[in-house]
Nanobody, 116 residues
């Protein structure tokens, strides 16, 4: 069964950067528009960035616009999230999924903690 595997999270100071990666063993990424979602403690999971199947169009939540960049590499079957100028409010578990999301595609996520 195809899976999505997120990686690249960690502890970073405010103002720092991280790049998250989402890889697939099957065709989930190549067949779909993709998105990065995040879930902070006690809050709902929300979509923060999305990219079309062809990669030509991206969209961002207002809270991350100008700081996060989503991209995809078809040759590597991978979706990335470059996160710059991180703030404590970005602390969350980050997940990738198709857009619209499928309950069958949720992976384990990767923890991002922004703290001094």
């Amino acid at each position: 069964q195809a899976q999505l595997v997120e990686s690249g999270g960690g502890l970073v100071q405010p103002g720092g950067s991280l790049r998250l990666s989402c890889a697939s063993s099957g065709s989930i990424i190549s067949d779909n528009a993709m998105g990065w979602f995040r879930q902070a403690p006690g809050k709902q999971r929300i979509l923060v960035a999305a990219i079309t199947k062809g990669g030509g169009t991206t969209n961002y939540a207002d809270s991350v616009k100008g700081r996060f960049t989503i991209s995809r590499d078809s040759a590597k079957n991978t979706v990335y999230l470059q996160m710059d100028n991180l703030i404590p409010e970005d602390t969350a578990v980050y997940y990738c999924n198709a857009v619209p999301w499928s309950p069958d595609y949720w992976g384990q996520g990767t923890q991002v903690t922004v703290s001094s």
